[in-house]
């Protein structure tokens, strides 16, 4: 079970651009936007769990998530693909702990360890070999180089948004923000999500397509990884992102005979190690922070005995 838990939402992330793709054949990136996100909502609403209150202090911060984590990210990849392959789309999210950890020292002001800067370079480094091919004179031409720039731009504010829903879910739980979260994205996306929704061309193939995005990439993933985050601890849990590039790349091929070249392949690979990297420091760090405070609390404690304990003079 705690397998299936790291796992199941890493493979329905990793599938989820392979379902933007097809969704694209039958309306626009703007319609695929907000049928993604108004499906999932729906989907959520059916959970008890999800329709709890939150702290209204947290209300306008689940609002900005609902920008930061959802309509603009998952705007900018159904136009990136209508000129980056699903598979190189799918590897590049596999940076996305690198930016969440990027923005986090930044917002932190804290200089990172060493350990964390040596999987920030790598993590760096494998991002810039995938993206490597994108950036050409015939590339740019064909559009290419602006789909690559709307995908940092979606991981710049995955990296926003992840540092944001933290603290947000610790005090009032996953699935309550992210629902609210949700149904300020489609909001959001209605005004021109909803027109290109009923001016679709539709077939079989991309209505499920978009059903199988909204309901299991914007919905069942995340109560999933909700689920895990709790049972195994948000550093285990997390480790499902690593699989998002591996099953983007396989669908990619496979299903839709994508090209992508071995340098961008040979990027993701490094980019992953230097994820793990990234992930091994936070985890180190976190766990030095959390004996450093049981220490403090300890001789707290001790002394608050001692001076009850030792008579007065």
């Known amino acids: 079970m705690d397998w299936l ?5 890493g493979v329905i992330w990793g599938a989820s651009f392979l379902f933007i793709a097809e969704g694209l054949a039958a309306v626009s990136p703007n319609g695929v936007t907000f049928l993604r996100i108004l499906i999932g909502f729906a989907s959520l609403s059916l959970v008890p769990a999800a329709r709890r209150p939150i702290l209204a202090a947290d209300r306008t911060r ?3 998530l609902g920008v930061l984590w959802l309509a603009f990210p998952l705007s900018m990849f159904p136009f990136a693909e209508q000129h980056v392959s699903s598979a190189l789309t799918g590897m590049l999210n596999g940076a996305t702990p690198i ?14 360890s060493p350990a964390m800067v040596l ?3 790598v993590g760096v480094g494998g991002a810039a070999l995938m993206a490597i091919p994108g950036f050409g004179a015939a590339a740019a031409a064909s559009g290419q180089t602006a789909g690559v720039l709307m995908i940092l731009a979606a991981l710049i504010s995955y990296g926003f948004a992840i540092n944001l829903a933290g603290p947000l879910q610790q005090r009032n739980g996953a699935l309550p923000v992210i629902w609210r979260a949700q149904a300020v994205a489609v909001l959001l996306t209605a005004p021109f999500g909803a027109p290109a929704a009923l001016h679709g ?19 069942v993933a995340n109560l999933v990884s909700a689920t895990a985050a709790g049972r ?3 550093t285990r849990a997390s480790a499902s992102t690593f699989l998002m590039p591996v099953v983007a790349l396989i669908l990619g091929v496979v299903v839709r005979g994508e090209r992508v070249a071995l340098i961008s392949i040979a990027g993701a690979a490094v980019c992953l190690i230097g994820a793990a990297l990234v992930r091994r420091a936070s985890a180190h760090t976190a766990i030095k922070r959390a004996a450093a405070t049981a220490t403090e609390e300890a001789v707290a404690v001790s002394e608050a005995a001692y001076s009850r304990t030792t ?3």
């Open 5 to 9: 838990l790291i796992v199941v939402p």
């Open 62 to 64: 689940a609002a900005a």
């Open 99 to 112: 930016f969440a950890a990027i923005v986090a020292g930044v917002v932190a002001r804290r200089l990172p």
């Open 119 to 121: 999987g920030l370079a």
């Open 201 to 219: 061309t539709w077939s079989l193939r991309p209505a499920l397509a978009l059903l199988a995005l909204g309901a299991l990439g914007t919905c």
């Open 232 to 234: 195994l601890g948000p």
């Open 311 to 313: 008579p007065a003079r």
